[in-house]
């Protein structure tokens, strides 16, 4: 059974940083590609960046690109997001994802329970 658990969130001022992280199990972590969704409110939820399995290919949505960069520790089944200059509009629950297959091209089929990240301006 997939299991997704995200830490890291939290109230930031705007130009703060935070980095969120994502336990994975339940999966063999290094063949699936990972990613991060958010959804704040009122809106739909939207890919904000994408590993490959590897940790070679990245996605970032244009909106971070710049700010936000997503790595992964295959050995520790781990995923992280390091976001730096936050803006108030990042506020959002920020979900871990997995993959359908080693390629975030692919699609992203399983979501964690989400944390809360919320920039002050």
């Known amino acids: 059974q997939v299991h997704l658990v995200e830490s890291g969130g939290g109230l930031v001022q705007a130009g703060g940083s935070l980095r969120l992280s994502c336990a994975a199990s339940?999966?063999?972590?290094?063949?699936?590609?990972m990613g991060w969704y958010r959804q704040a409110p009122g809106k739909e939820r939207e890919l904000v960046a994408g590993?490959?399995?590897?940790?070679?290919?990245?996605y970032y949505a244009d909106s971070v690109k710049g700010r936000f960069i997503i790595s992964r520790d295959n050995a520790k089944k781990m995923v992280h997001l390091q976001m730096n200059d936050l803006k108030p509009e990042d506020t959002a629950v920020y979900y871990c994802?997995?993959?359908?297959?080693?390629?975030?091209?692919?699609?992203?089929?399983?979501w964690g329970q989400g944390t809360q990240v919320t920039v002050s301006s």
């Open positions: 590993i490959g399995n590897t940790g070679h290919r990245k």
């Open positions: 339940g999966f063999i972590f290094s063949t699936y590609a």
């Open positions: 994802s997995k993959g359908f297959s080693g390629d975030w091209l692919r699609g992203f089929v399983s």
